[in-house]
């Protein structure tokens, strides 16, 4: 655990006691590097040139909120506090799930 935090359950929100063991979730959403971008066959030099400039400008001319949506779709990362009950709900539904659907294939690759 970091910095002190409020003891403030995100998932229920209810207070955690100083006797209670209190639990960070943390969670990355990362997107998988996938057909985003078409990075095929460079064009010319001053095709590349005029690509840039179109590309910067479309950027430029995003507003904060779209700019930071953008963003958020490759990458996010959030830290949440969770109370014991929650903790256990989080635990059984991760493990119900890998019950139904197997464990993750890159579980079993490193368990080799
Ligand atoms: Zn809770």
């Known amino acids: 655990m970091t910095a002190p935090r409020e003891r403030v359950c995100d998932?229920?929100?209810?207070?955690?006691?100083?006797?209670?063991?209190?639990?960070?979730?943390?969670?990355?959403?990362?997107?998988e590097p996938g057909p985003v971008?078409?990075?095929?066959?460079?064009?010319?030099?001053?095709?590349?040139?005029?690509?840039?400039e179109a590309l910067i400008a479309?950027?430029?001319?995003?507003?904060?909120?779209?700019?930071?949506?953008?963003?958020?779709?490759v990458f996010e990362e959030y830290s949440l506090v969770l109370c014991p009950d929650c903790r256990q709900l989080?635990?059984?539904?991760?493990?119900?799930?890998r019950a139904l659907f197997g464990p993750d294939p890159e579980d079993q690759e490193n368990s080799r």
């Open 11 to 31: 998932q229920c929100g209810r207070w955690i006691d100083k006797g209670e063991i209190l639990y960070e979730m943390r969670i990355s959403l990362v997107a």
């Open 37 to 52: 971008i078409d990075l095929e066959l460079p064009p010319a030099d001053a095709d590349l040139r005029r690509e840039m």
């Open 58 to 73: 479309r950027m430029e001319a995003m507003s904060d909120e779209a700019r930071q949506e953008a963003s958020d779709q």
């Open 90 to 97: 989080v635990h059984h539904q991760i493990k119900r799930r």
